[in-house]
């Protein structure tokens, strides 16, 4: 998607910045891991098909992504520019966290169900969360990624929905409340292997629950989040992102030295 492109979070645990093309030499090295491979359910890709790839993950309008990084060194006022290749430097880039949106699998028969569809439909939310670098998993950047993240896609829906219906966004600013469910978001699910114990705990703590279904053909179990309200209440008791009514991470203007393609 293009709507984040000049977007990055801020919080006290981290920083979510858009993926950009100084950042696929760092990726691609991650993804020559064989572990890393398994657990994301990859293939390697060339340096030349990685930077296609991400170029894919800027303009395609069901996709959206950010890379993780070390948060900022002092906590940002409102109206900060961080700046491409500073903030998320190399050394300082920790992983990514994705979101597919596809049709309900209720009107994937509709022609209009490839990518986007009839004004107000439904969609799927499929999240993925990687934590490259070994030496900093357990040390809760994954729940801080994964809460920070589906909060901007909550608050920010309007917007991301109208990219993904349209190509385009019909406003910039964000949905003025977080604790309704929008009605075009039919869940989020995670799809993971079963053996991946830790993952599955992640996302059982946001609220994410097991499908009835087990596990499929390729070992994996699909987990769901249809939010009750339980979700804004663990936004709340997040020390790293705590507001008094809801999410309150600091959007900041991401300035990119590349060029916008329009």
Same mark, same amino acid.
């Given at each position: 998607?293009?709507?984040?492109?000049q977007?990055?979070?801020?919080?006290?645990?981290?920083l979510?910045?858009?993926?950009?093309?100084?950042h696929?030499?760092?990726?691609?090295a991650?993804m &020559?891991d064989?572990?890393l491979q398994?657990?994301?359910a990859?293939?390697?890709?060339?340096?030349?098909?990685e930077?296609?790839?991400?170029?894919?993950?800027?303009?395609?309008?069901?996709?959206?992504t950010?890379?993780?990084?070390?948060?900022?060194?002092?906590?940002?006022?409102?109206?900060?520019?961080?700046h491409a290749?500073v903030?998320d430097?190399?050394?300082?880039?920790?992983?990514?966290?994705n979101?597919?949106?596809?049709?309900?699998e209720?009107?994937?028969?509709?022609?209009e169900?490839s990518?986007?569809g009839?004004?107000?439909s &439904?969609?799927?939310?499929?999240?993925e969360?990687?934590?490259a670098r070994?030496?900093l998993?357990?040390?809760?950047?994954?729940?801080?990624?994964?809460?920070?993240?589906?909060?901007?896609?909550?608050f920010?829906?309007?917007?991301?929905y109208?990219?993904?219906?349209?190509?385009?966004?019909? &406003?910039?600013w964000?949905?003025?409340?977080?604790?309704?469910?929008?009605?075009?978001?039919?869940?989020?699910?995670v799809?993971i292997? &079963?053996?991946?114990?830790?993952?599955?705990?992640?996302?059982?703590g946001?609220?994410f629950?097991?499908?009835?279904e087990?596990?499929n053909?390729?070992?994996?179990?699909?987990?769901?989040?249809?939010?009750?309200?339980?979700f804004?209440?663990?936004?709340?008791?997040?020390?790293?992102i705590?507001?008094?009514?809801?999410?309150?991470?600091?959007?900041l203007?991401?300035v990119?030295?590349?060029?916008?393609?329009q």
């Open positions: 998607m293009k709507f984040n492109a977007q990055a979070i801020s919080t006290s645990k981290l979510l910045v858009p993926y950009s093309a100084h696929v030499p760092t990726y691609h991650w &020559q064989p572990a398994a657990a994301t990859s293939e390697p890709l060339s340096l030349e098909e930077y296609a790839m991400q170029r894919s993950w800027r303009g395609d309008r069901d996709k959206l950010f890379i993780i990084t070390s948060p900022l060194e002092s906590p940002p006022n409102m109206g900060d520019a961080t290749g903030a430097a190399p050394e300082k880039m920790i992983g990514d966290i979101l597919f949106l596809l049709p309900s209720s009107e994937n028969d509709s022609p169900s990518t986007g009839s004004e107000g &439904q969609v799927i939310g499929e999240i969360i990687m934590i070994p030496d998993r357990r040390q809760g950047f994954g729940r801080a990624a994964l809460i920070t993240f589906m909060g901007y896609l909550v920010y829906w309007t917007s991301l109208s990219e993904y219906n349209l190509g385009k966004p019909t &406003q910039m964000p949905h003025g409340k977080l604790a309704q469910m929008p009605y075009e978001l039919e869940y989020f699910r799809k292997h &079963q053996s991946n114990t830790g993952s599955i705990r992640l996302f059982e946001v609220g629950q097991k499908t009835a087990g596990v053909y390729f070992g994996e179990v699909e987990l769901r989040w249809k939010d009750d309200g339980g804004l209440r663990t936004m709340r008791q997040e020390d790293f705590k507001a008094k009514d809801g999410w309150m991470a600091m959007v203007k991401y990119d030295k590349e060029p916008e393609e």
